[in-house]
Structures are given as C-alpha cells and as structure tokens.
C-alpha cells in the first residue's frame, strides 16, 4: 500500500511512485525530470500534512533581475496553467510550483503532476532565458 496512515495526518512515500520511471531521477530532497529533447528539470518535494508540494526554479535571481516585470509575466503566465503556478519567491527567483493533494493519490496521477510541472517550468525557463539552467 502506498498511503499510509500517521495519526490524523496521511502521508505518502512519493520515491515508490517514482521507481521504476526511466525519466525520472531521484534524489535525497527532490527529483529531476529528463526530457526526450535532452533538457532537464529539477523539482523540490516537500511533504507536508495532505498534500505534495513541487516546486521549479524556472529562472535565478540574476535572470530575473535582468527581466523587466518578471513578476507581472509570471502573473500573466497563471492564466493559461492550471496545475503550476508561477511567482517571485522571497529570494527573487521565478518558481513554478503546485500542490498535490494526498488522499487517494496513485502513482499514474502523481507522475502526471511531476511531468506537467516539470514541463510547465522547463518551458518557461526557455521561454525567459533562452537556456537550460535547472
């Protein structure tokens, strides 16, 4: 089983789900995701109480410094994304992230989340810069 229950709070072993995906590399705080174009994309996991969250860097500070109203892009960017969402985050990065939600999760969906955020930053990524940083 991969959910399993910890007092009230239900929490998920995400490494099994990414086992055995030939495009997905595990490490000790997140996973990278490789395309079939050779560009890759790393992403944060962080566990929290019922939910998942992904995080991207689609951009470095540096980057977005030399971007003008990179935060107002990412805002515009929300518009048309339904699973990740972009933003400026306290250190000057443009991050695309999503959360997702535990309870009856399966691996098929978790990886669909993985991939499309992945995606969703790698693209803005060379949308902003032009290269394959993350």
Known sequence: MTLARKG?????EWQKFCA???????EAKGLTVRFSNGRRQWLDVRESEGAIELRGVVVRRAVAERLPHA???????NRARS???????D???????AWVPIPGLTRAEFL?????????????????AGHDRE
């Not at 055995?20 to 595990?26: F, H, K, L, P, Y």
């Not at 250190?91 to 992230?97: F, N, Q």
């Open 8 to 12: 009230l709070a239900t929490v998920i």
């Open 20 to 26: 055995g995906a030939s495009d997905i590399v595990q």
């Open 71 to 77: 935060a107002l892009v990412a805002r515009e960017r």
């Open 83 to 89: 699973l990740a969402g972009f933003r400026a985050d």
């Open 91 to 97: 250190r000057g990065r443009i991050v695309g992230e």
């Open 112 to 128: 669909h989340y993985v991939r499309s955020v992945a995606a969703a930053c790698d693209l803005f990524e060379f949308q902003l």
